[in-house]
């Protein structure tokens, strides 16, 4: 039997995860590991007429607190700020018209923990995508079952090259690249960049991204 990939839940996540994800059909997210700050659980990267933008979220940190266990901070309005960067980038974008209310639902939710918050965003993006991933969750914090690839070293920023190194970067149309400007298209932002620019054709993006890769 062939095992989902072994991840840690991210906010959003690159074009690299989903592609892996999308490939594989699903993943197995650690549902049972310690928090680490600075990581893509809390950050992604969306592209603006400037470059390259990381937002993050911003949380409630304990000595040894798990991920399952991180509480989102509400002392500043990060969720207007988060909704008004995502507007300044992509409104020229074709869909995200179609997606503002969607993810602006999610976001003024106001989650008590970053896990679920991570996990609506993952459901729409795959809803919006079409694709019909198995997702589950581990059941214990240890190592990876024989045969499965462990991929949760990949939340962090020094090793995303561990997951895009399945992959290759794909080409498509971004509002801030071409063919609309004389910038070079941008690889590994996040997935929001694609999706706003693709809408349901982003899965075609993610399969090229894996074909003879993963």
Known sequence: MRHSPLLNLPFAGDTATWA???????????AHGPYQRRTARTRTTILT??????????IRTA???????????YDTDWDRQLMYALKTAYNSTPYFEYLEQDFGDIVRRRHEFLWDFNCEIM???A????????????EAFGPAEEGQMDLRIGIETKYAG??????????????????????????WLSVMDL???????????????TTARC
């Open 20 to 30: 892996v994800m999308a490939q594989a059909g699903g993943a197995t997210m650690e």
């Open 195 to 209: 999706l706003f620019n693709m809408g349901p054709e982003s899965r075609l993006v993610l399969k090229e991204m």
């Open 49 to 58: 007429q400037s470059g390259p933008l990381d937002i993050s979220i911003p």
């Open 162 to 187: 561990r997951i895009r190194e399945l992959c290759r970067p794909v080409a498509y149309t971004q509002i801030f690249g071409p063919p609309y400007t004389e910038r070079p298209f941008t690889p």
């Open 123 to 125: 459901r729409l993006i």
């Open 63 to 73: 000595h040894g607190q798990k991920y399952r266990d991180t509480r989102l901070n």
């Open 127 to 138: 809803n919006v995508m079409g694709l019909e991933l198995d997702i589950k969750e581990t």
